[in-house]
């Protein structure tokens, strides 16, 4: 069955913009989670959906943002981009039960200049 | 403190050498997850456990629920096994990560 999909790959903005991030989970899975991992902070939790609701935030200021879709694919969308924000954003998916398992996304790589 | 805690940060390793990674967690969680990250930033899930052992190949994940500790072991390693290994508690539906441990695996 298909992986974890996110597009694009590599992104590449200017300071001030904004950009959107794209996940398409594993076909029957109903949770998307949201990580960034930059070398200073390690893993950090963005933020997670289950059936189109967001049912966690971590701790990032507004300018992060998400949604998901009735298919349950999720965008997370970062607007007045800034420096630090260049990292690499992960998503998982899960069926969203408590203990269930997360299979990862390739996560997008921005850079931000 | 963190609230999910790994160690060694880094780890040299002879091929064909016995590793030992371990994780203490603080939090409350129904399972905890064992991650593998190749450079180029995919990540690999290897193990969710919630209690005893789970094997896979030459890594075998150990988890003390009463301990609040988990142990990722491999043998026979490979220098394919280096890579960045992370432990993950889910808390609540919030995800905690350790820090990571760098694995080298010299030939």
């Known amino acids: 069955k298909a992986g974890v999909t996110q597009t694009p790959r590599y992104l590449i903005k200017t300071r001030g913009q904004q950009v959107t991030l794209s996940c398409s989970p594993i076909s029957g899975h109903r949770s998307v989670s949201w990580y960034q991992q930059t070398p200073g902070q390690g893993l950090q939790f963005l933020f997670e959906?289950?059936?189109?609701?967001?049912?966690n935030k971590g701790n990032f200021p507004g300018r992060f943002s998400g949604r998901q879709f009735s298919n349950s694919r999720s965008e997370m969308n970062v607007s007045t981009l800034e420096l630090g924000d260049s990292a690499l954003y992960l998503c998982?998916?899960?069926?969203?039960?408590?203990?269930?398992?997360?299979?990862f996304g390739s996560g997008t790589r921005l850079t931000v200049v | 403190k963190n609230e999910v805690e790994q160690s060694p940060q880094n780890l040299t390793a002879q091929e064909g050498e016995f590793i030992t990674i371990n994780c203490s967690y603080s939090v409350g969680i129904s399972a905890l997850h064992w991650l593998q990250q190749h450079p180029g930033g995919g990540i690999v899930s290897l193990f969710m456990l919630s209690s005893g052992k789970k094997k896979h190949g030459r890594l075998i994940a150990t988890i003390n629920i009463q301990e609040k500790h988990s142990s990722l072991h491999i043998t026979a390693s490979h220098p394919r096994d280096s890579a960045v290994y992370i432990c993950?508690?889910?808390?609540?539906?919030?995800?905690?990560f350790g820090a990571g441990t760098r694995l080298t695996v010299k030939p």
């Open positions: 998982a998916s899960s069926r969203g039960q408590a203990g269930g398992g997360y299979t």
């Open positions: 959906y289950f059936s189109e609701t967001q049912r």
């Open positions: 993950a508690a889910p808390n609540n539906n919030d995800m905690r």
